[in-house]
């Protein structure tokens, strides 16, 4: 078992920046893909943004660009660095991870609103 703790959301204006940060209870150094996700109201939840063991990254067309993931120093630890934030980009964001291929764990979400 993994447990996955998110932080780093918050209020920010159109245009500005959060890093998001994702710790799990164990060294992640095994786990295949680590990725992103986000959930705004009424709507589906879809990848931000994900990174493999070999450091492979993918995204989200709608965040390509602005967003940036990487696994931190730590051997237990991902981020999400958002930049040029829109109000589109208001959502609950979880940190997941995949053994292999499909995602296993889960957090809780952390909210981000993109807001003047």
Not at 20 to 26: D, H, M, Q, T
Not at 49 to 60: C, F, K, Q, V
Request: hydrophobic share 35%; glycine share 12%; net charge positive.
């Amino acid at each position: 078992q993994v447990q996955l703790v998110e932080s780093g959301g918050g209020l920010v204006q159109p245009g500005g920046s959060l890093r998001l940060s994702c710790v799990a209870s164990r060294s992640i150094f095994s786990m295949n893909l680590m990725g992103w996700f986000r959930q705004a109201p009424g709507q589906q939840r879809e990848l931000v943004a994900s990174i493999t063991s070999g450091g492979r990254t993918n995204y989200g067309a709608s965040v390509k660009g602005r967003f940036t993931i990487s696994r931190g120093h730590a051997k237990n630890t991902v981020y999400l660095q958002m930049n040029s934030l829109k109000p589109e980009d208001t959502a609950v964001y979880y940190c997941a991870a995949a053994q292999r291929w499909t995602y296993d764990y889960w957090g809780q979400g952390t909210q981000v609103t993109v807001s003047s």
